[in-house]
């Protein structure tokens, strides 16, 4: 008889045995894993696979191609629909920089501690426990199962990060740090994503608001009845 195994599903893209192993041993017991040690793979099971991961982590020096260049490409684009972050041992700010700026929502390098690895994923999983991302699209589904527009990556981490909140305020500083790290960008940065989710999100019933002084709350407006 089959049964259902309900934990996350991360897909890992990591071509070192040894990490493999390592990986194996802290999540294996935590989540499903699944394993890549190509992009030549990974494209496969993306074309394939209809169940796509919670979270996927990524090397960036791969048998086959480089994941940073990969990570630049309108296919890339295409095939990532999901969180993901990347685990690497180059140690450049350069290279820091430009996986945030392609929607990397955390950068751990190695080498690193087992409980670092299980805290940065568990704090990617819980900002989400909330909403789900619909599978194969990157769109937000509510509990009452209606759809949100499609989503950006820094629209989609922006989105998640006010609702986490639970309709406290969030500075545009933390904001700004949560998605950018430290990349240093301007504010108009920030406001040109949330004037499109803003205008995205309210066909589902959400509102961002401004209070000075305080920060940015996502809020869920009821709709109002035609006469």
């Known amino acids: 008889m089959e049964t259902t195994d309900a934990r996350a599903l991360i897909w890992i893209l990591e071509d070192s045995q040894s990490s493999q192993f390592v990986y194996e041993e802290t999540l294996g017991s ?11 793979d990974f494209r496969q099971a993306m074309a394939e696979t209809a169940q796509k991961p919670r979270l996927l982590l990524a090397d960036l020096r791969l048998q086959d191609e480089n994941f940073l260049d990969f990570l630049g490409t309108d296919e890339a684009h295409t095939l990532i629909r999901f969180p993901f972050m990347v685990v690497s041992s180059l140690d450049d700010l350069d290279v ?21 690895l299980i805290v940065k994923i568990e704090r990617i999983l819980e900002k989400r426990s909330e909403i789900s991302l619909d599978p194969g ?5 509510r509990k009452d199962g209606s759809l949100l527009p499609q989503l950006t990556p820094k629209e989609l981490q922006i989105f998640t990060l006010l609702q986490a909140a639970k309709g406290a ?8 740090a949560e998605i950018w790290g430290t990349v240093q960008v ?5 406001d040109v994503h949330l004037f499109h989710l803003r205008r995205k999100i309210a066909e589902a019933g959400f509102e961002i608001v401004f209070e000075p002084q305080k920060g940015f709350i996502l809020l869920e407006v009821q709709p109002v009845e035609a006469n």
């Open 169 to 176: 305020p969030v500075t545009r500083q933390s904001l700004t």
């Open 186 to 190: 301007t504010s108009k940065s920030l």
């Open 96 to 116: 820091l920089r430009t996986c945030f700026q392609e929607g990397a929502l955390d950068y751990l390098t190695k080498p690193f501690t087992r409980n670092e």
């Open 137 to 141: 699209t990157f769109r937000l589904r």
């Open 30 to 40: 935590r989540y499903r894993l699944h394993f890549f040690s190509s992009l030549g």
